[in-house]
Nanobody, 128 residues
């Protein structure tokens, strides 16, 4: 089971950019499909985006498409979430998730139940 640690969260102003990192350890990172989710209190965890094991494909929720970009560096066992033009509605705890051998055609990559490893979360707060 891979262990995940997010970093890079914080308080920013509307319109700013922020990049979250998620460092993995304890597994062969290139075997994992990676996902990003976010959650605000009282609501279910929301899918943000996902990236294939080799970085060759990414998918995003409609709410962040064109605004957020996911990349990965398999040599560094790290996945990134670049967020631009942030809005107060983007404020949430952001989680990275990993699932080994999750076929990229499997729609389970869009839901939290499709992932078995999770980071501790990184708070992102966007002020207006």
């Amino acid at each position: 089971q891979v262990q995940l640690v997010e970093s890079g969260g914080g308080l920013v102003q509307a319109g700013d950019s922020l990049r979250l990192s998620c460092a993995a350890s304890g597994g062969t990172f290139s075997l994992y499909t990676m996902g990003w989710f976010r959650q605000i209190p009282g609501k279910e965890r929301e899918f943000v985006g996902t990236i294939r094991w080799d970085g060759g494909n990414t998918d995003y929720s409609d709410s962040v498409k064109g605004q957020f970009t996911i990349t990965r560096d398999n040599a560094e066992s790290t996945v990134y979430l670049q967020m631009r033009s942030l809005k107060p509605a983007d404020s949430a705890v952001y989680y990275c998730a990993a699932q080994r051998f999750l076929d990229y055609l499997n729609t389970a990559r869009f839901v939290s139940s499709g992932y078995s490893s999770w980071g501790q979360g990184a708070q992102v707060t966007v002020s207006s």
